[in-house]
């Protein structure tokens, strides 16, 4: 820190350039991002609510209110009349929270200490540091070749100390969907802890399932399901930090409420103390304007999107490596290795990332991305070869 006072002209000066060198989503380079530019109006309610602290909400009691209604809408948009949660930061908070309420749910019902989850292979690595955390151990189910987890294997792996199986709604690296109803059916039977990490598809599956996509059923509807994560700052173009974990039953909270006797609630389930109430009055605002339409026509959008570049990568000799499920396009070429097609694609100004299950490259195609961008990327990647 200087000494003295700078002025606020030659701070924002430094800021500018500072953030000259960021990259903006609006130029539809960016191809592997979850997150994309949070809505305008999103935008606006967020400053309005800068100030707003939900870890002592007998403050902030209308910003509470934001929080409880985003919970109870998300959860009725996942077949729940009634859930209970938070909003957090994003996917990490929420998968771990979930497995914070597994892991001491197992040690107060079943005595269990060392614990043991069951996670896909393609599972995001939020749980590892759940695990790490909790000194649990990860147990990774294979998957079948259709790059979803198999349920023999998650079979094969419950044990004694199994405190909560895992599965995927929206595979951060393919978008695919895991069989949740086939895992809840089992997780029933063996009486164990099931989440759902829904943190991409949360906000898309039950819009694309409206306008007649068939998907399985994924979400509360299925009894086995004890926990969602959902993000709203991933498709429902909410601003980060915008997480949210959805459990069935208040319990679930409850055995992991910490004592906080000063403050204006007796007792705290999150991880974080102080949690900013901007982003949850802005996704309450969002999904308010956006509605159920809007969130539709959004995600139709970019499916056409993805079929679109789908089809443009095979006419030119890519092999796409699964049917997308979701908006995801992981591909290869036969005659290159990923890393090298990786390397020129960055020299050709793009920002991709490499999926390492399998190998390839790997195109989220979320709002920022408009079709004269993907066209521009099919004419450099034919012009690659
Ligand atoms: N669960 C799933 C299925 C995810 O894909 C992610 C993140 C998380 C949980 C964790 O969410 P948070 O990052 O909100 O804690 N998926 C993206 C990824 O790791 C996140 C991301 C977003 C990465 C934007 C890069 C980026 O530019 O790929």
């Known amino acids: 820190m200087e000494d003295k006072p700078i002025s606020k002209q030659e701070i924002l000066k430094e800021l500018d350039n500072l953030q000259s060198m960021d990259l903006k989503y609006s130029d539809g380079r ?122 023999e294997s998650i079979k094969y792996n419950i044990s004694d100390n199994t405190i909560a199986i895992v599965a995927i709604a929206g595979t951060t690296e393919l978008g695919l969907i895991d069989p949740i109803e086939e895992i809840s059916q089992i997780s029933l039977e063996n009486n164990i802890f099931f989440h759902v990490d829904a943190a991409f598809g949360g906000f898309s599956i039950p819009f694309l399932k409206n306008c007649g996509y068939d998907f399985p059923e994924f979400d509360f509807s299925l009894p086995g399901v004890c926990s969602i994560t959902v993000d709203p700052h991933k498709m429902g173009l909410a601003p980060i930090p915008a997480g949210c974990i959805l459990f069935r039953k208040k319990e679930y909270l409850d055995v992991m409420a910490i004592d906080s006797p000063y403050l204006t609630i007796k007792s705290q389930s999150t991880i974080v103390g102080t949690r900013l109430g901007a982003a949850s009055a802005a996704t309450y605002g969002i999904m308010k304007y956006l509605g159920k339409e809007g969130y539709t026509k959004l995600a139709k959008e970019l499916m056409y999107n993805t ?73 450099d990647l034919k012009e690659i070869f």
């Open 307 to 379: 079929y679109f570049f789908k089809s443009g990568l095979e006419k030119i000799g890519y092999i796409v490596i699964a049917e997308p499920e979701l908006n995801i396009v992981a591909f290869n070429h036969p005659k290159i290795e990923t890393h090298e097609l990786a390397d020129i694609l960055k020299s050709y100004g793009w920002r991709v990332s490499v999926a390492s299950c399998p190998l390839s490259i790997r195109v989220v195609l979320m709002n920022h991305i408009k079709k004269k961008h993907l066209n521009e990327l099919l004419t």
């Open 30 to 151: 960016i191809l592997g991002s979850m997150c994309t530019e949070a809505h305008p109006f999103a935008k606006e309610i967020y400053f309005k609510f800068l100030d707003s602290n939900l870890g002592d909400p007998g403050l902030f009691k209308g910003t509470k209110k934001t929080e409880d209604m985003v919970i109870e809408d998300i959860g009725r948009l996942l077949s729940a009349d009634k859930v209970f949660g938070n909003m957090v930061t994003g996917g990490t908070e929420a998968n771990i929270m979930a497995i914070r309420a597994a892991r001491n749910y197992a040690r107060k019902y079943k005595g269990i200490k060392n614990g043991e989850i069951i996670i896909p292979e393609s599972a995001h690595f939020s749980f590892k540091k759940a695990a790490d955390m909790m000194d649990l151990k990860i147990i990774e189910a294979e998957l079948n070749e259709d790059y979803k987890i198999n349920v």
